[in-house]
């Protein structure tokens, strides 16, 4: 037994070590330009190089290692400290680099379309990164920037797969496009001397529901720098000056770290507004909302015409059958959602691209969800369905891109048309067992669905149900009654 175990151990660390490296090679450049003379195996995955560099060696590194994916060329010296412009664009094999260490510059396009690049050491000099230097590469995790980095160009690192971005105190300009479409990218604070955030910045990052604001005088923005990101933290005491400046006062910006919150019990129907009124000096100053008690048609409007900077409402001691329809209509700022205890049925279009609501409790009671309620809610990670829940009609959920799993209470017999339609992160869904109809498009394009347990009562799979799902277990019921279904 003692033999097999280390026999097995030995195998594994071998198999890691390949992993990391199936050949390193060392090699020292005493003069810029020789690379390609002085390098003995070009075909090895991982090199570390010392000595000088010059954009005829990036050239061979770029086409003439075929298998690089570990670049090690912190004790190198290149011209004017700069990574060439186009130095290693499109080397799709690479993943990791150490840049020099005395490098202040990355030139245009230096790691354009890396598309592996995930990992990548700035040295403490770096002052400039400039266009494109790391477009569409797949830097994951968190970004954190040299202390003396002053300016990010444009598309710099556009649709990479960073979560956070550390921007240093240094920092003056980012250009148009630099984070555009960081899709997973959450949490950014902006420093003190920036000055200007480009066109398109911050466009279609969609997990990016807030931001920090360190300075209190407002940086320069365009009108599209951010578009799923709605809500603004700004220092103590400068909130009117941005909200008085260009473009920032369409976006809701809290004054210091607290939002406003204001608690109201109505008595009578028709009166949240006054209620209000009587703890704020306009109802756009609430960030935050509580309320107890009846509502009719003038709160709905209130609630969803008026109460334009919230970022979170609480309904759960509101008295309501019926969620109107569109009743949070593209409220992307708001972040959480508490629904009235009293809640029978959600009308259609009811949380349409509420861009920032991650998750949500459906309250006991609630028996409908019309349709297309929760369309596009891009960062709905979690749903909670009630046992009460009879019917969820068609595209209820489509585009939910972030929810994962979802288990169906006992009561719903039918799944309509396209109700989870490119939820492209659902991996999991548990069917109730009198489960008898799943209707076409249902689960189109779930390309990550791993895990569906059909029930024994199933009548019928209508066509395109499971269309581009990568979930092939079939129960043997299923191979019997579907031979032709793609699950």
């Known amino acids: 037994m003692k033999k097999i175990t280390t026999l097995l151990t030995a195998i594994i660390g071998m198999a890691l070590m390949n992993q990391v490296s199936a050949t390193h090679v060392t090699v020292e450049v005493p003069t810029a330009g020789q690379l390609n003379s002085l390098i003995q195996d070009a075909n090895c995955d991982s090199i570390t190089i010392s000595g000088n560099l010059n ?61 592996n690049l995930k990992k990548v050491t700035f040295p403490k000099t770096l002052t400039t990164i400039l266009t494109q230097a ?76 807030t931001g920090t604001l360190k300075s209190k005088t407002p940086p320069e923005i365009f009108n599209q720098t951010f578009n799923y990101t709605k809500t603004f933290y700004v220092p103590e005491g400068s909130g009117d000056v941005y909200s008085k400046s260009p473009n920032w006062s369409n976006l809701i910006v ?11 019990t109505l008595t009578a129907a028709g009166t949240l507004g006054e209620e209000i009124l009587k703890q704020v000096d306009y109802v756009t100053d609430v960030n935050e909302l509580v309320i107890n008690g009846p509502l009719n048609d003038d709160d709905f409007y209130q609630i969803k015409q008026r109460t334009t900077h919230l970022i979170s409402i609480d309904m759960t001691g509101a008295t309501i059958e019926s969620l ?19 809640l029978k049925s959600i009308g259609r279009y009811a949380f349409y691209r509420c861009y920032g609501l991650t998750q949500i409790t459906i309250p006991e009671g609630v028996t409908s969800i019309k349709d297309h309620s929760f369309e596009q809610c891009l960062s709905l990670k979690e749903i909670k369905l009630p046992t009460s829940l009879t019917e969820i009609q068609e595209y209820a959920f489509q585009d939910c891109k972030s929810l994962e ?3 169906f209470p006992a009561n719903v017999t039918n799944i309509s048309p396209g109700t989870f339609y490119n939820c492209t992160a659902l991996q999991r869904v548990k069917f109730p067992a009198n489960l008898n109809n799943i209707s076409h498009y249902a689960f189109y394009q779930c390309s990550v669905l791993e895990k569906a347990n059909l029930s024994e009562g199933l009548i019928n799979i209508d066509y395109n149900a499971f269309y581009q799902c990568i979930y092939n277990h079939r129960t043997t019921k299923t191979n019997q009654k579907y031979p032709s279904v793609n699950l």
């Open 134 to 209: 790391f477009s569409e590469c797949a830097l994951s995790g968190e970004l954190k920037l040299p202390t003396i980095t002053t300016h990010i160009g444009e598309l710099a690192f556009d649709y990479n797969q960073i979560t956070k971005a550390v921007l240093p105190d240094s920092l003056k300009t980012i250009g148009s496009e630099a984070f555009r479409g960081c899709q997973l990218l959450q949490e950014v604070v902006f420093p003190e001397k920036l000055t200007t955030i480009g066109q398109y910045a911050f466009y279609d990052c969609i997990r990016l529901h």
């Open 405 to 407: 799993n979802i288990e």
């Open 55 to 115: 954009g005829n060696d990036f050239r061979f590194i770029q086409n003439n290692m075929p298998n690089l994916i570990y670049l090690n060329i912190a004790k190198v010296i290149i011209p004017d400290n700069k990574i060439p412009s186009s130095g290693l664009q499109s080397k799709t094999t690479l993943q990791q680099i150490i840049l020099p260490d005395n490098v202040e510059t990355i030139g245009e396009y230096a790691f354009d379309r890396c598309s």
């Open 324 to 342: 109107p329809e569109s009743f949070f209509y593209e409220r992307a700022a708001l972040l959480d959602i508490k629904l009235p205890a009293t």
């Open 254 to 264: 809290i004054n210091g770290n607290t939002p406003r919150k204001v608690t109201v």
